[in-house]
Structure formats: structure tokens, C-alpha cells
């Protein structure tokens, strides 16, 4: 089941998202609540994905459908720390997602304090 934090860091909201993100699980309408929840830190939402241990294309789903809804509302929504098992998945899923190596890059690339 997916676990999912909202934290503030600089410029950015942060989305940590662990746990395994699927159609066939709560994963998906979790994730649209806590993109709700993030949304409401306004600016940039950043989705640390950094503890996903798996997904299939239903959760790539549900991120771009998070992406969507975020846009509507006058966001961006980036992703960080894609895990390396699923690194090729996601770029090919979501090509039109900014995607950095770490959150640090993301918060750096923002304007804000990498080292905090």
C-alpha cells in the first residue's frame, strides 16, 4: 500500500510517495488525495519518489493524471528520485515530466537551499 507526506522544503512542496502504486490497490485514489493536500501548499509539487517499490502503468496513470489536475490549479508538478528498477518505465510513461536524479537537484534548481 502506498504511504504518502506532504512537507515544505524552499520553493517547493514536497510529495514523498513510498509503497507500491497500482490500479489493483488504494495507491491511486491515495495519491490523488494527497496531490489535493499538496495543491493546497501551492507553487511547484514536487513528487519524491525515492521509496516506490513498485507500479504499473495505472500508477504512471495516476501521476499524470495528478500532473493534470495541478495544471488546472496554475501548477508545476516535477518528479525526483525515480528508484533505478524503475527509472526506464517512468521516462517512457512520462515524457513530459521534469525529472531530476534527486530531490536536492530539484530543490536547487528552484532556487532553493540544496543542503537543507
Excluded: C, W
Amino acid at each position: 500500500m502506498a504511504e504518502f507526506t506532504v512537507r515544505d522544503r524552499g520553493r517547493l512542496t514536497i510529495l514523498d510517495v513510498t509503497g507500491e502504486i497500482s490500479g489493483s490497490g488504494e495507491g491511486y485514489e491515495r495519491l490523488d488525495r494527497a496531490v489535493l493536500k499538496a495543491v493546497d501548499g501551492g507553487g511547484t509539487i514536487l513528487l519524491n519518489l525515492s521509496g516506490v517499490t513498485a507500479m504499473d502503468s495505472a500508477g504512471a496513470d495516476a501521476l499524470y493524471q495528478a500532473r493534470i489536475y495541478a495544471d488546472r490549479q496554475g501548477l508545476d508538478v516535477k518528479v525526483a528520485s525515480i528508484p533505478p528498477k524503475l527509472r526506464d518505465f517512468l521516462q517512457a510513461e512520462l515524457p513530459h515530466f521534469e525529472i531530476y536524479d534527486t530531490e536536492d537537484a530539484a530543490v536547487a534548481a528552484h532556487g532553493g537551499d540544496a543542503s537543507a
